[in-house]
T-cell receptor, first 110, second 115 residues
């Protein structure tokens, strides 16, 4: 089976812009989670989607949103980008309790 | 509240030495899962192991072994005869399936294996 894929892998945006990141889970996995990884805060849970519904949400402002499509692909959107949003954004798809991660999207906000 | 603490932020050992990465967790649930992940320089998190709270048996997989002790709320990870390819950041994580089922990660331990 193909692994979790994320696009794009690298992105540079300017403060105030918005960005959309995409994640395709492993075939058959219906749960997709998103994490933000920064040197200071480590890996922080953003949200989880299961069968197109948000099942869990972390402590992030409303500028961070996501959605999941009927084919389980997921997107996350960050509006009004801030410098502090520069991070590695990791997507993971879950099969029961084993979670498999994609390679991440490295977002740089200038 | 659930919490995972990896007190060792960075460890350096010489190749072929054994090294243990510590993980201490906090949870109010009796049913929970513990995980270890490896993050090599490429950035992708690699799943290593999942352990449920009802199974305290230690696990060995090649040079890797895990010691789960509920009495001390610890789930430590040992690499025997370390190799340079083991250099990575290692994360311990916890989930509570009967609560919100989020997977909460520790801050990670950066492991350097020196040739």
């Amino acid at each position: 089976k193909a692994g979790v894929t994320q696009t794009p892998r690298y992105l540079i945006k300017t403060r105030g812009q918005q960005v959309t990141l995409s994640c395709s889970p492993i075939s058959g996995h219906r749960s997709v989670s998103w994490y933000q990884q920064t040197p200071g805060q480590g890996l922080q849970f953003l949200f989880e989607y299961f069968s197109e519904t948000q099942r869990n949400k972390g402590n992030f402002p409303g500028r961070f949103s996501g959605r999941q499509f009927s084919n389980s692909r997921s997107e996350m959107n960050v509006s009004t980008l801030e410098l502090g949003d520069s991070a590695l954004y990791l997507c993971a798809s879950r099969d029961h309790y084993e979670q498999y991660f994609g390679p991440g999207t490295r977002l740089t906000v200038t | 509240a659930q919490k995972v603490t990896q007190a060792q932020t960075e460890i350096s050992v010489v190749e072929k030495e054994d090294v243990t990465l510590d993980c201490v967790y906090e949870t109010r649930d009796t049913t929970y899962y513990l995980f270890w992940y490896k993050q090599p320089p490429s950035g992708e998190l690699v799943f290593l192991i999942r352990r449920n709270s009802f199974d305290e048996q230690n696990e060995i997989s090649g040079r890797y072994s895990w010691n789960f002790q509920k009495s001390t709320s610890s789930f430590n990870f040992t690499i025997t005869a370390s190799q340079v390819v083991d250099s990575a950041v290692y994360f311990c994580a916890l989930s509570e399936p009967n609560r919100d089922d989020k997977i909460i990660f520790g801050k990670g331990t950066r492991l350097h294996i020196l040739p």
